[in-house]
């Protein structure tokens, strides 16, 4: 959720120990897709906003490919 306000604010923002999880890595996806700058600098994430807007395509795998446990 952090990740996401950052990407709204203008400048940039350090999110400090920030969970290793795919999930993050997932968010931080997205929103460099939506024109955020965002990025993982050890246990930190480094965020710069606002997003553009500037979207592109955000493919997103069948689910087929997903481990059992999410489907």
């Not at 709204?8 to 993050?24: F, K, Q, W």
């Not at 480094?46 to 553009?52: A, D, I, K």
Request: charged share 25%; proline share 8%; aromatic share 2%.
């Amino acid at each position: 959720m952090a990740a996401i306000v950052a990407a709204i604010l203008d400048g940039r923002s350090v999110i400090r120990e920030a969970s290793s999880e795919v999930e993050v890595d997932d968010v931080l996806e997205v929103l460099r897709v939506l024109g955020a700058c965002a990025d993982r600098d050890g246990s930190s994430l480094v965020v710069t906003g606002p997003m553009t807007g500037a979207a592109r395509p955000l493919p997103i795998p069948p689910i087929a490919s997903w481990p059992e446990h999410t489907r």
